[in-house]
């Protein structure tokens, strides 16, 4: 069965300083892709950054990173630079190749202090 | 603007009166999704379209039925609302499988609510 395990329910970072916002996944497939989405106070769900599971190098979008380490199935979203405008409930999904299921953590809820 | 389209947005039932929650994306995928979110929580699963034709459960099937009309439009019935399922649906679509990196495009959501 598919997991994914989102560790930190709520996390304050300061305005400037850079986040990381932690991700297990737990699958026995080989061939998958993670996704990040970010929730905003509005409602909506913005997709934000992906990383396959073959990919040799971490995904990047600007002030998103990813951080994957395949053999501890970890997957941690890095901001940078973070903003006021950053504070969001974030959540990791996971989806596999051969399937068209998305797994979704439980969220982490953002604040970012002025 | 191209996306997922979701009606109605707000939505106030009686518990046992039935209703259907439309949606539509207009970006020619073949899958498409029902998920519900409760207050602090992550989307449960509800129900799935892999194709036009096709529908599998979700997480938490029951108390809902749904409609692949076509390709564009996927359906949400609740027969008879209860208050449990008081929530914020979303619907989403997304490519097919095969390697796809594809993510999925959220719909804004429908808040509903059970009296």
């Known amino acids: 069965a598919q997991k994914i395990t989102q560790t930190q329910p709520g996390m304050f970072v300061q305005e400037k300083e850079a986040v990381t916002l932690d991700c297990t996944y737990d699958?026995?497939?080989?061939?998958?892709?993670l996704f990040w989405y970010k929730q905003p106070s509005s409602g909506e769900m913005i997709f934000l950054i992906y990383q396959g599971s073959y990919d040799e190098q971490n995904a990047t979008e600007g002030r998103y990173s990813l951080n994957f380490q395949k053999a501890r199935k970890s997957a941690n979203l890095v901001i940078s630079a973070s903003q006021l405008g950053d504070s969001a409930m974030y959540f990791c999904a996971m989806r596999l190749y051969n399937f068209n299921k998305f797994y979704f953590g439980s969220g982490t809820k953002l604040n970012v202090k002025p | 603007n191209a996306g997922v389209t979701q009606t109605p947005k707000f939505q106030v039932l009686k518990t046992g009166q039935s209703m259907t929650l439309q949606c539509a994306q207009d970006?020619?995928?073949?899958?498409m999704y029902w998920y519900r979110q409760d207050p602090g929580m992550g989307l449960r699963l509800i129900y799935y379209?892999?194709?036009?034709?096709?529908?599998d459960k979700g997480e938490v099937p029951n108390g809902y039925n749904v409609s692949r009309l076509n390709k564009r439009e996927f359906s949400l019935r609740l027969e008879s609302a209860a208050p449990s399922q008081t929530s914020v649906y979303f619907c989403?679509?997304?490519?097919?499988?095969?390697?796809?990196?594809?993510?999925?495009?959220f719909g804004d959501g429908t808040r509903l609510s059970i009296l």
């Open positions: 379209s892999a194709s036009e034709g096709t529908t």
């Open positions: 699958t026995s497939d080989q061939s998958y892709g």
């Open positions: 989403a679509s997304s490519e097919r499988q095969g390697g796809s990196n594809q993510p999925q495009h």
């Open positions: 970006m020619n995928h073949n899958s």
